[in-house]
């Protein structure tokens, strides 16, 4: 016989089973708590069947029912406007170099808006506004709620009876409006004829708050039917519940005031969601809606620093809110607001230079103010920051406004040098940008210095020594800003000896392709010998190249070497126009 436990084991033997027992029921807890946290972002509804107090179950789901996306296919955000590729050319920022083929890949952003609401004509047009721009870019940002199908038993949405529409659940009214001239498409009795109604439009939660900052004006009409199939009362629900699980979880507050907002009770949505951002700076939706909601109320230094907040939790928004800020550079008071924050540089701002789109004359016009602005406060563009804005701007065919963005960011000991050409003598150390000389600074076959001029100390020259061998030059280049009328281009050359068949030429182009001017050729050996060509800027030539080439038709007349110094590059207007080419042969 087995012997029975001791009197005093009986406690012990309890005390174990009560450990094992509460071990067994944490492990549950920890492993429900578990799988509903994976689960809450594809199924909100099943997280919660499995733990009811599930708080990122529950604000998924109230992101669901806010945001109503019945397509899980969100749009490629990776193309342009116009459906193309955005071209990303090689080189530290981007760009190949190469002056012309930089402003060939220069590609436009979203199109430039102004401040203020959108008017009926706008949206009837697709006119892109701060509001509505907001609802068309980029989908939700990355650690934020992921739109999610508002089916609570998961899977397909049911059928609204005898209608073949989709419904929100838990019987909530119908998100596909009627299809307009359906019933024309298929004839009665035809249903094999019938024409498949549309989806709804699939809004993001930050689209649906861009669309509630201004409920007195209307959205387009398709978003505007899958807003007003929201369940307002069941999101506050779900909003209340959070509060009553977890009073410090501020996506509660946040949900209500969302409610609030698509109710029209802006008044009550502001004091949410600023209770939200006055416990946490890492609520993008709230400091989204805060951000607009000052913007509509032009207090732009509070909505920059909301907007500051977000983006410095989810830099991918810059494309979402790139039309409000391009907006805000137009305007004075806005473009103050927020050249001050970017004074302090944000880590977004290099983001928000490369997703301007300048490109817009509207906005390429305020380019130059934005840029002096920027000066005066201390923090001018960087060449990275800048030439990408102004290379867009001449590919527009706004040269001009490129050119006083260009003379706006320039420091003041520079302005001297301001003239048809830029630097001509080469007494400055050259930038990156594109009014400015593009020398580059790794290619083989040749060494360029800039410095003092041989045989000239008191003058300073760029020098070029060819190490021999074959080399297709053309890579000394800068864009110009020129008017239609004659002009004579002129500098002096110096070389101890440069060896090649044909010789060195400056050339002007008004097309990658359409040369309007050459200097006579350039070889041997010269002591500062003066050159000088006159020629004519077409009518709609509205900007143009100015490049030194080897003046090769073939390889074998790409064979180099020697030495070649050049300075006093310029370009002045001329009375005298240029001598008539000769008639053709036979003519």
């Given at each position: 016989?087995?012997?029975a436990?001791?009197?005093?084991?009986?406690?012990?033997?309890?005390?174990?089973?009560?450990?094992a027992l509460?071990?067994?029921?944490?492990?549950?807890?920890?492993?429900?708590?578990?799988?509903?946290?994976?689960?809450?972002?594809?199924?909100?509804d099943?997280?919660?069947?499995i733990?009811?107090s599930s708080?990122?179950?529950?604000?998924?789901?109230?992101?669901?029912?806010?945001?109503?996306?019945t397509?899980?296919?969100?749009?490629?955000?990776?193309?342009?406007?116009?459906?193309?590729?955005?071209?990303?050319?090689?080189?530290?920022?981007?760009?190949?170099?190469?002056?012309?083929?930089?402003?060939?890949?220069?590609?436009?952003?979203?199109?430039?808006?102004?401040?203020?609401?959108?008017?009926?004509?706008?949206?009837s047009a697709?006119?892109?506004?701060?509001?509505?721009?907001?609802?068309?870019?980029?989908?939700?940002?990355?650690?934020?709620?992921?739109?999610?199908?508002?089916?609570?038993?998961?899977?397909?949405?049911?059928?609204?009876?005898?209608?073949?529409?989709?419904?929100v659940?838990?019987?909530?009214?119908?998100?596909?409006?009627?299809?307009?001239?359906?019933?024309?498409?298929?004839?009665?009795?035809?249903?094999?004829n019938?024409?498949?109604?549309?989806?709804?439009?699939?809004l993001?939660?930050?689209?649906?708050v861009a669309?509630?900052?201004?409920?007195?004006?209307?959205?387009?009409?398709?978003?505007?039917?899958?807003?007003?199939?929201?369940?307002?009362?069941?999101?506050?629900?779900?909003?209340?519940?959070?509060?009553?699980i977890?009073?410090?979880?501020?996506?509660?507050?946040r949900?209500?005031?969302?409610?609030?907002?698509?109710r029209?009770?802006?008044?009550?949505?502001r004091?949410?969601?600023?209770?939200?951002?006055?416990?946490?700076?890492?609520d993008?939706?709230?400091?989204?809606?805060?951000?607009?909601?000052m913007?509509?109320?032009?207090?732009?230094?509070?909505?920059?620093?909301?907007?500051?907040?977000?983006?410095r939790?989810?830099?991918d928004?810059?494309?979402?809110?790139?039309?409000?800020?391009a907006?805000?550079?137009?305007?004075?008071?806005?473009?103050?607001?927020?050249v001050?924050?970017?004074a302090?540089?944000p880590?977004?701002?290099?983001?928000?230079f490369?997703?301007?789109?300048?490109?817009n004359?509207?906005?390429?016009?305020?380019?130059?103010?934005?840029?002096?602005?920027?000066?005066?406060?201390?923090?001018?563009?960087s060449?990275?920051?800048?030439?990408?804005?102004?290379?867009?701007?001449?590919?527009?065919?706004t040269?001009?406004?490129?050119?006083?963005?260009?003379?706006?960011?320039l420091?003041?000991?520079?302005?001297d040098?301001?003239?048809?050409?830029?630097?001509?003598?080469?007494?400055?150390?050259?930038?990156?940008y594109p009014?400015?000389?593009?020398?580059?600074?790794?290619?083989?076959?040749?060494?360029?210095?800039?410095?003092?001029?041989?045989?000239?100390?008191?003058?300073?020259?760029?020098?070029?020594?060819?190490l021999g061998?074959?080399?297709?030059?053309?890579?000394?280049?800068?864009?110009?800003?020129?008017?239609?009328?004659?002009?004579?281009?002129?500098?002096?050359?110096?070389?101890?000896?440069?060896?090649?068949?044909?010789?060195?030429?400056?050339?002007?182009?008004?097309?990658?392709?359409?040369n309007?001017?050459?200097?006579?050729?350039?070889?041997?050996?010269?002591?500062?010998?003066?050159?000088?060509q006159?020629?004519?800027?077409?009518?709609?030539?509205?900007?143009?190249?100015?490049?030194?080439?080897?003046?090769?038709?073939?390889?074998?007349e790409?064979e180099?070497?020697?030495?070649?110094s050049f300075?006093?590059?310029?370009?002045?207007?001329?009375?005298?126009?240029?001598?008539?080419?000769?008639?053709?042969?036979?003519?």
């Amino acid at each position: 016989m087995v012997a029975a436990p001791a009197r005093g084991s009986w406690w012990r033997i309890g005390l174990v089973g009560a450990i094992a027992l509460g071990t067994l029921f944490m492990c549950v807890r920890v492993a429900q708590h578990g799988i509903s946290y994976r689960l809450a972002q594809f199924r909100p509804d099943l997280a919660l069947m499995i733990d009811g107090s599930s708080t990122d179950a529950l604000v998924a789901l109230a992101d669901a029912k806010l945001s109503l996306s019945t397509d899980s296919d969100s749009d490629d955000t990776s193309e342009t406007d116009d459906g193309s590729t955005p071209i990303a050319p090689a080189g530290d920022d981007g760009y190949s170099g190469d002056a012309a083929t930089d402003a060939a890949a220069a590609t436009a952003g979203p199109p430039a808006t102004p401040l203020g609401n959108p008017t009926a004509s706008d949206v009837s047009a697709g006119v892109a506004t701060p509001v509505h721009a907001l609802v068309s870019v980029v989908p939700p940002p990355a650690g934020s709620p992921q739109p999610t199908d508002v089916a609570v038993a998961g899977g397909p949405m049911p059928k609204a009876p005898g209608t073949g529409q989709e419904q929100v659940a838990q019987g909530g009214p119908s998100i596909v409006p009627p299809s307009p001239g359906a019933a024309d498409a298929a004839p009665s009795g035809q249903p094999g004829n019938a024409v498949a109604e549309p989806k709804a439009p699939a809004l993001s939660l930050q689209q649906t708050v861009a669309m509630s900052v201004f409920p007195g004006i209307a959205p387009p009409a398709d978003a505007a039917a899958t807003l007003s199939s929201i369940d307002l009362d069941g999101v506050a629900a779900i909003g209340r519940r959070l509060l009553e699980i977890d009073p410090l979880d501020t996506r509660g507050l946040r949900i209500l005031g969302m409610v609030a907002s698509l109710r029209g009770d802006t008044d009550r949505a502001r004091a949410l969601m600023q209770a939200v951002a006055d416990r946490t700076r890492r609520d993008v939706v709230a400091e989204i809606w805060l951000a607009l909601d000052m913007v509509n109320r032009e207090d732009y230094a509070n909505a920059i620093a909301h907007m500051d907040n977000a983006l410095r939790v989810s830099p991918d928004l810059i494309g979402m809110l790139q039309p409000v800020l391009a907006a805000m550079i137009r305007t004075d008071d806005a473009r103050a607001a927020l050249v001050a924050r970017l004074a302090t540089m944000p880590p977004w701002r290099k983001a928000l230079f490369t997703n301007l789109d300048s490109a817009n004359p509207d906005l390429g016009k305020a380019v130059p103010q934005f840029f002096a602005d920027l000066k005066v406060a201390g923090a001018p563009p960087s060449d990275v920051e800048g030439r990408p804005i102004i290379l867009k701007m001449i590919k527009a065919g706004t040269s001009h406004d490129a050119y006083s963005a260009f003379m706006a960011q320039l420091q003041d000991d520079r302005l001297d040098s301001i003239s048809n050409v830029f630097n001509g003598d080469f007494r400055y150390p050259v930038t990156r940008y594109p009014f400015d000389w593009w020398i580059p600074t790794n290619r083989g076959g040749y060494v360029i210095t800039l410095g003092r001029a041989p045989d000239a100390p008191e003058s300073t020259a760029m020098t070029i020594e060819f190490l021999g061998g074959r080399t297709p030059f053309r890579d000394v280049s800068q864009w110009l800003a020129l008017q239609p009328g004659n002009y004579v281009l002129s500098g002096l050359a110096n070389s101890p000896g440069l060896n090649t068949l044909r010789g060195m030429t400056w050339r002007v182009y008004c097309s990658p392709n359409k040369n309007v001017a050459e200097t006579p050729l350039l070889r041997g050996q010269m002591s500062w010998q003066h050159f000088e060509q006159i020629f004519t800027v077409p009518d709609g030539c509205t900007e143009q190249l100015l490049r030194l080439e080897l003046a090769a038709r073939v390889p074998a007349e790409e064979e180099v070497s020697g030495i070649i110094s050049f300075t006093n590059i310029a370009i002045q207007h001329s009375d005298v126009a240029p001598p008539a080419p000769p008639p053709a042969a036979g003519g």
